[in-house]
Nanobody, 123 residues
């Protein structure tokens, strides 16, 4: 399974971006997909997740109410809509996939990683 993340860029505070995570095959029915981020000098953080079995969504407290995760099974793609972005959201964002039904609740080490896409929030 290959995951291709895209959509990062430079945006002003308060702006929006939409990240995409495209899978190389039809996996969204059996792999949960999460977005992680890592800022310079900081630990990796689980940001959001969508569970394969029922589409339930999960968010970290730092992004709840501002970010929305969704999936398009026909396109094998998961999206992360990020609104009201803050400088603290600046990081490299990675998508990841895992078979475990507990993955979204724990943001543990995934079975598959995609490459990162850089999001910079700055005026």
């Amino acid at each position: 399974v290959q995951l291709q993340a895209s959509g990062g860029g430079l945006v002003q505070p308060g702006g929006s971006l939409r990240l995409s995570c495209a899978a190389s095959e039809r996996i969204l029915d059996y792999l949960s997909i999460a977005w992680f981020r890592q800022a310079p000098g900081k630990e990796r953080e689980g940001v959001s997740c969508i569970r394969s079995s029922d589409g339930n969504t999960y968010y970290s407290d730092s992004v709840k109410g501002r970010f929305t995760i969704s999936r398009d099974k026909a396109r094998n793609t998961v999206y992360l809509q990020m609104n009201n972005l803050k400088p603290a959201d600046t990081a490299v964002y990675f998508c990841a996939a895992d078979f475990s039904p507990l993955f979204c609740g724990t943001f543990g080490d995934p079975d598959y990683w995609g490459q990162g896409t850089l999001v910079t929030v700055s005026s």
